[in-house]
């Protein structure tokens, strides 16, 4: 579909994956599916495409990324969790990998950061073969999108996600009653999409802001950054 010209991706549990395409800033489609990979094919030819998911991770001690990205959205830092060295993500059950991201961190990892592994390897694997793909945060692109203070209710509430679709919508990215694929997914993941694809078009217009300023690389020298 050549009429995408950038996409926004969030995970949407059992779903898969939910996409939001933008043409010059606006609304321009969604996507819905299980594997990543299939969403990005089906995608077409788009120049950026933005995942809110971990993607680089270091050998040793927490990212700076997550560090700067807390530190950057006060009320909203439990929004961001602390991403585990890569050796922890090789394991295979919780435990050791809690145990591995002790030795590497000198704390333990949640039960929710684990639970993101399928799709954070998932994720991973894509960017490896698509230098497209970065890495975002929806939350900090909605604090962007207000101004600078971070949004006063959290998304999962009414307030909260009225108040992102009003954010997006201000700028330009109005979301439809009626958005075809998407109609089935959770409203904070669609709006974390939109926010996504938000930073997506920033990001080929080469505006989007880099956390930290000054990104870490992993092992294949990439860089370990968040976008917005």
């Not at 890569?86 to 809690?98: L, N, V």
């Not at 203070?149 to 990215?173: D, E, I, M, V």
């Not at 939109?194 to 930073?199: F, L, P, R």
């Not at 217009?205 to 880099?210: K, S, W």
Request: charged share 30%; proline share 5%; hydrophobic share 45%.
């Amino acid at each position: 579909m050549e009429w995408m010209d950038v996409l926004g991706v969030d995970a949407c549990g059992k779903q898969g994956w939910v996409g939001v395409a933008l043409t010059d800033g606006s609304y321009a489609g969604s996507l819905v599916d299980r594997r990543l990979g299939a969403l990005i094919e089906r995608a077409g030819d788009v120049r950026v495409i933005a995942v809110d998911m971990p993607l680089g991770l270091i050998e040793k001690g927490w990212r700076a990324a997550d560090l700067e990205a807390r530190a950057l959205l006060g009320a909203r830092r439990s929004s961001v969790f602390l991403v585990a060295p890569r050796p922890a993500w090789q394991e295979t059950d919780f435990a050791a990998a809690g145990d591995r991201c002790r030795e590497l961190t000198g704390s333990g990892l949640s039960r929710q950061a684990w639970a993101l592994a399928p799709k954070l390897l998932e994720a991973r694997e894509c960017r490896a073969v698509d230098e497209r793909i970065h890495e975002v945060h929806p939350e900090l692109s909605f604090q962007a999108l207000a101004g600078g203070a971070p949004p006063a209710y959290a998304k999962k509430t009414w307030r909260g996600q009225n108040l992102r679709r009003s954010l997006l919508s201000r700028a330009g990215l109005v979301l439809p009653d009626e958005l075809g694929e998407a109609d089935r997914v959770p409203a904070d993941d669609v709006l974390d999409a939109a926010a996504a694809a938000w930073s997506a078009h920033r990001i080929a217009l080469g505006t989007a802001v880099r956390v930290p300023e000054r990104p870490e690389r992993d092992a294949e020298g990439r860089l370990v950054e968040i976008r917005y």
